[in-house]
């Protein structure tokens, strides 16, 4: 592709409230030549209004190409235009696929993909269920994607890196500002993995409220299925679970408490129709035949974290206090006198070991015990 046909795709990028297909057309038919087009060249190449025409042609010209240019250049940020043979193939086929991606780290080529995504406030149970679906997804060969936000999405990423395996991130900001600024570290760590990080927005694009509904059919579009975990009436993963339903995407759903304010969102998609998913044999029954791993080619033994080092003083008194009886983190926490945060990762780590096991009641229990 010319600089110069590089740079009216990141023009027309650029232009809020314009569809990829209005887009495609005006990219296509200018292409180069965008620049010194007219108002009227805009609505004929576009199928636009004067008036949309005018205010598409403005935006797309104020915009400096050449700086976006450096700015990923520097960044280590690969473009990938709509017609590039490396664009994700399922995400191509929704109806409204991003013109042009941003990627920091490893291609988007898998042949399973599948969305984990819920509340930024999590109960103590939605992040364990989040861990535990993407940690089983990934040992199985799935690519886990998310949106790198705080709560669930985080815990799945974290649960794919812990196993060794690939995840994507989608961001509602430019990857020049990565948002939450927290989670610049794991976004480090899912690229220095295999993984990718991903954009439609430019550069330094701010995360602005109406980013993240966009963002959300990335999320959905890049996947075979999206698995809701905890979420209010009003959450954005609902969002995500009607654009998977838009797409022709499979939606799953984890159950949780009856009288919790985050079990609303799955709840809802439940009775609506979603399926219901406890473990990962929920989701896999339920995808397309081509879409389902060959769990005969996985060998979960070898991506969970091995047993040494040597276990730290905090993983001993956890495991002490466990002794033959089942325990909550509530409880686990005053007798260990470990904060819960603090307390939410030991746990998780020691399941990766293979130490601990969660059991009926929101407990958890040392293995052999």
């Given at each position: 592709?010319?600089?110069?046909?590089?740079?009216?795709?990141?023009?027309?990028?650029?232009?809020?409230?314009?569809?990829?297909?209005?887009?495609?057309?005006?990219?296509?038919?200018?292409?180069?030549?965008?620049?010194?087009?007219?108002?009227?060249?805009?609505?004929?190449?576009?199928?636009?209004?004067?008036?949309?025409?005018?205010?598409?042609?403005?935006?797309?010209?104020?915009?400096?190409?050449?700086?976006?240019?450096?700015?990923?250049?520097?960044?280590?940020?690969?473009?990938?235009?709509?017609?590039?043979?490396?664009?994700?193939?399922?995400?191509?086929?929704?109806?409204?696929?991003?013109?042009?991606?941003?990627?920091q780290g490893g291609d988007l080529e898998a042949d399973?993909?599948?969305?984990?995504?819920?509340?930024?406030?999590?109960?103590?149970?939605?992040?364990?269920?989040?861990?535990?679906?993407?940690?089983?997804?990934?040992?199985?060969?799935?690519?886990?994607?998310?949106?790198?936000?705080?709560?669930?999405?985080a815990a799945a990423h974290e649960a794919a890196l812990a196993?060794?395996?690939?995840?994507?991130?989608?961001?509602?900001?430019?990857?020049?500002?990565?948002?939450?600024?927290?989670?610049?570290?794991?976004?480090?760590?899912?690229?220095?993995?295999?993984?990718?990080?991903?954009?439609?927005?430019?550069?330094?694009?701010?995360?602005?409220?109406?980013?993240?509904?966009?963002?959300?059919?990335?999320?959905?579009?890049?996947?075979?299925?999206?698995?809701?975990?905890?979420?209010?009436?009003?959450?954005?993963?609902?969002?995500?679970?009607?654009?998977?339903?838009?797409?022709?995407?499979?939606?799953?759903?984890?159950?949780?408490?009856?009288?919790?304010?985050?079990?609303?969102?799955?709840?809802?998609?439940?009775?609506?129709?979603?399926?219901?998913?406890?473990?990962?044999?929920?989701?896999?029954?339920?995808?397309?035949?081509?879409?389902?791993?060959?769990?005969?080619?996985?060998?979960?033994?070898?991506?969970?974290?091995?047993?040494?080092?040597?276990?730290?003083?905090?993983?001993?008194?956890?495991?002490?206090?466990?002794?033959?009886?089942?325990?909550?983190?509530?409880?686990?926490?005053?007798?260990?006198?470990?904060?819960?945060?603090?307390?939410?990762?030991?746990?998780?780590?020691?399941?990766?070991?293979?130490?601990?096991?969660?059991?009926?009641?929101?407990?958890?229990?040392?293995?052999?015990?």
């Amino acid at each position: 592709m010319s600089e110069s046909r590089l740079e009216a795709l990141l023009r027309l990028n650029a232009v809020d409230g314009i569809s990829t297909a209005a887009s495609l057309a005006l990219w296509e038919i200018l292409g180069e030549l965008l620049t010194n087009a007219s108002e009227a060249d805009f609505a004929a190449a576009g199928g636009l209004t004067l008036d949309e025409a005018r205010r598409v042609r403005s935006e797309a010209l104020a915009f400096d190409a050449d700086a976006e240019l450096s700015l990923a250049v520097k960044a280590g940020v690969r473009l990938l235009a709509y017609d590039d043979p490396g664009y994700p193939q399922l995400l191509k086929q929704t109806f409204d696929p991003p013109l042009v991606l941003y990627v920091q780290g490893g291609d988007l080529e898998a042949d399973l993909t599948l969305a984990i995504v819920g509340s930024r406030r999590p109960t103590p149970y939605g992040v364990r269920m989040s861990r535990s679906l993407a940690k089983e997804a990934a040992q199985s060969g799935a690519v886990v994607v998310s949106g790198l936000a705080r709560g669930i999405d985080a815990a799945a990423h974290e649960a794919a890196l812990a196993a060794r395996a690939t995840t994507w991130a989608v961001l509602g900001s430019g990857l020049g500002r990565v948002y939450p600024a927290e989670h610049r570290g794991l976004a480090e760590r899912i690229k220095a993995s295999g993984g990718a990080v991903i954009s439609e927005w430019p550069m330094q694009a701010p995360p602005l409220k109406g980013h993240f509904p966009r963002r959300n059919r990335i999320v959905s579009g890049l996947c075979w299925g999206t698995i809701v975990v905890e979420g209010t009436e009003h959450s954005g993963s609902l969002i995500t679970a009607r654009l998977a339903l838009e797409q022709g995407r499979e939606v799953f759903a984890v159950p949780g408490p009856a009288d919790s304010p985050l079990s609303e969102a799955p709840h809802i998609l439940l009775i609506s129709g979603a399926y219901l998913v406890r473990r990962m044999s929920d989701v896999w029954e339920k995808l397309p035949p081509g879409a389902r791993p060959d769990v005969s080619l996985y060998d979960p033994g070898a991506a969970k974290a091995p047993r040494g080092p040597s276990l730290s003083l905090d993983h001993q008194k956890i495991l002490q206090l466990l002794g033959p009886d089942a325990r909550t983190l509530d409880e686990l926490g005053l007798a260990s006198g470990i904060d819960l945060s603090r307390l939410s990762n030991i746990i998780f780590e020691m399941e990766l070991r293979d130490l601990v096991a969660p059991v009926p009641g929101q407990r958890y229990a040392k293995k052999g015990s």
